[in-house]
């Protein structure tokens, strides 16, 4: 069993940043892909960004490109998102997800659907 948890949510002003943390562990020593889905009252969860086991491939959701950022440890499944510039509708519960080998294909990320592996979720409210 992988076990997935996510720190770092709050609430913030508009414009403010937030940084939230993830670790994944259990399993195997492999390194897992990793991402980040967020969910808002009344809707369904959507994909936020995410990172290949390595570290050399992401990918990010049209509406948080530029501000948002996914990073991760070198050699650990730990992965970080910067939010930056952070609006109204960023608000929302997040939830880091883990995949560990045999990995996704990267057309599968996009839906929670593939993602078998969950964190309980961090809210992040921003108001104006």
């Known amino acids: 069993q992988v076990r997935v948890e996510e720190s770092g949510g709050g609430s913030v002003q508009v414009g403010a940043s937030l940084r939230l943390s993830c670790t994944a562990s259990?399993?195997?020593?492999?390194?897992?892909?990793m991402g980040w889905f967020r969910q808002s009252s009344g809707n369904e969860r959507e994909f936020v960004a995410a990172i290949t086991s390595t570290g050399g491939g992401t990918s990010y959701a049209d509406s948080v490109k530029g501000r948002f950022t996914i990073t991760r440890e070198s050699a650990k499944n730990t992965v970080y998102l910067q939010m930056n510039n952070l609006k109204p509708e960023d608000t929302a519960n997040y939830y880091c997800?883990?995949?560990?080998?045999?990995?996704?294909?990267?057309?599968?990320?996009?839906?929670?659907?593939?993602?078998?592996?969950w964190g309980q979720g961090t809210q992040v409210t921003v108001s104006s």
């Open positions: 997800v883990a995949d560990p080998p045999p990995y996704l294909i990267r057309s599968s990320w996009y839906s929670s659907d593939h993602w078998d592996y």
């Open positions: 259990g399993r195997t020593s492999s390194r897992y892909g």
